[in-house]
């Protein structure tokens, strides 16, 4: 197994001396774990894509320590990412913008973007401004599965394909960053996250636009993604009590109503609060897969803005209700 670390100096500058010499190191943000690489060296970006099973034509986040160092790997920065970065950097926000030339297109997945974010986790601030320069990272998973949100996840979920996995305990947001893509003519949100649809307008003075057809390929986007190995179906809260029969003891249930008396399987309550229902959905989630269940409910979500990020991510770790789940 990898060494799980406490984040003393001394660890993160072993941490940032690793990165350096190539190998890989899994870190905390305030979103998820990351598999950290030095965004300089192609042979371990190539790494990241080995350990994690990824195909290489999904793109990497460039972490750095500091907003002015984006001008390094961006070879334009129009204004609105400035403000952006102003506003919401240290943060879960990544922001796409056009690469500078010299950018390995093993970092880009072959593209001529790049996706730039200064993480607020003050693990992975400390451990980039060591490093001295981008670290490229993805969420610390194999490819397709929940984002790790707890050291030992990371472990579970990577082995020995990581050296080095730096503890921050477990994280903040709990769901991956906001993506915007600023390269094209209009600002587009490709991924949900933390930093609203609404907070983006407000600085920009307009909304970003819905991700259609044509943008750019993001694993996050695949129907299925961030998904659990137990068969995951999503209900609407209303049909949840007569989907629930007392009996289930092979059934999961993540829900915001409350267990219901009797039930025999295993009932998750998160609240009631969006944010703070995203920081528990993974590890939640993650929990619920390992206890070798039949099967996994999910109550939906409220289709409004606070609850698009994690309706999203719902979306895509859950097949919709069947029309009569067997047995259930
Ligand atoms: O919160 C996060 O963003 C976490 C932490 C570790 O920072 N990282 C993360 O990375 O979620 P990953 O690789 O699992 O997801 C990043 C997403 C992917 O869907 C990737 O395709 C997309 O960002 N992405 C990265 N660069 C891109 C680019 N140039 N154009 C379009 N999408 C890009
Ligand atoms: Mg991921």
């Given at each position: 197994m990898p060494v799980i670390v406490d984040p003393s100096p001394e660890a993160i500058a072993r941490a940032a001396a690793a990165l350096r010499s190539g190998q890989l190191v899994a870190f905390p943000t305030e979103t998820v774990y990351g598999l950290g690489a030095d965004a300089r060296n192609?042979?371990?970006?190539?790494?990241?894509?080995?350990?994690?099973?990824?195909?290489?034509d999904h793109p990497v986040i460039v972490h750095l320590g500091g907003a002015e160092a984006v001008d390094a790997w961006a070879r334009r920065v129009p204004h609105d990412a400035r403000a952006l970065a102003a506003?919401?950097?240290?943060?879960?926000?990544?922001?796409?913008?056009?690469?500078?030339?010299?950018?390995?297109?093993?970092?880009?997945?072959?593209q001529d973007t790049v996706g730039l974010r200064v993480p607020s986790h003050p693990v992975a601030l400390e451990l980039l401004r060591a490093a001295g320069d981008g670290v490229a990272a993805p969420s610390a998973n194999r490819f397709g599965r929940i984002s790790p949100t707890r050291a030992l996840d990371v472990a579970?979920?990577?082995?020995?394909?990581?050296?080095?996995?730096?503890?921050?305990?477990?994280?903040?947001?709990?769901?991956?960053?906001?993506?915007?893509?600023?390269?094209?003519?209009?600002?587009?949100?490709?991924?949900?996250?933390?930093?609203?649809?609404?907070?983006?307008?407000?600085?920009?003075?307009?909304?970003?636009?819905?991700?259609?057809?044509?943008?750019?390929?993001?694993?996050?986007?695949?129907?299925?993604?961030?998904?659990?190995?137990?068969?995951?179906?999503?209900?609407?809260?209303?049909?949840l009590a007569s989907r629930v029969r007392t009996s289930s003891a092979g059934l999961g249930v993540v829900a915001r109503q409350p267990e219901p008396l009797g039930f025999a399987g295993s009932w998750r309550q998160l609240p009631h609060h969006p944010d703070a229902y995203g920081r528990r959905l993974y590890a939640t989630l993650r929990d619920l897969d390992a206890a070798g269940l039949e099967r996994i409910l999910i109550e939906a979500v409220p289709p409004s803005a606070p609850w698009a990020a994690v309706g999203d991510r719902l979306r895509r770790a859950a097949e919709p209700e069947p029309v009569e789940v067997p047995g259930g």
């Open positions: 192609p042979d371990a970006v190539a790494a990241i894509f080995r350990a994690k099973g990824r195909p290489v506003a919401f950097w240290p943060g879960p926000l990544t922001l796409i913008l056009p690469a500078r030339d010299e950018v390995s297109r093993r970092v880009t997945g072959g579970e979920e990577l082995g020995d394909r990581v050296a080095l996995i730096l503890d921050g305990g477990p994280t903040e947001v709990g769901l991956e960053s906001t993506i915007l893509d600023l390269s094209g003519p209009a600002p587009r949100l490709l991924r949900p996250g933390a930093i609203s649809a609404a907070a983006i307008e407000e600085v920009l003075g307009r909304p970003p636009q819905a991700a259609g057809a044509g943008a750019p390929r993001a694993p996050g986007r695949l129907d299925r993604h961030y998904a659990p190995g137990t068969p995951t179906y999503l209900v609407e809260s209303d049909r």
